[in-house]
């Protein structure tokens, strides 16, 4: 079985953040830019069960790693 694609909403449903294209574009808004030395799951707008998924998430190269790697860039855009 190949892994599947998860689209950023998808990655903010799993995180129990609310996934239409506008609160996705706003939540990266208001977060953006972090640190360029701050690992994604470090951020302070994470609580912790959501830190805990997107480490675990990049950690296994899981299925939603590519989309946790889009929401890294998004985050770090200025």
């Given amino acids: ?8 909403s998808d ?6 953040l609310p996934s239409d294209n506008g609160s ?10 972090l640190p360029d030395a701050m690992r ?4 302070p707008c ?11 998430q990049l950690l296994q190269d899981a299925d939603w790693a590519e ?3 889009l929401l890294n860039v998004a985050l770090r855009r200025r």
């Fill in 24 to 33: 996705v574009q706003q939540f990266i808004m208001e977060h953006a830019p």
């Fill in 67 to 69: 989309a946790v790697d």
């Fill in 46 to 56: 994470w609580a912790p069960a959501q830190a805990a998924l997107l480490r675990e």
């Fill in 1 to 8: 079985m190949e892994p599947g694609f998860h689209a950023l």
């Fill in 11 to 16: 990655l903010f449903k799993q995180l129990g």
């Fill in 40 to 43: 994604l799951e470090d951020a």
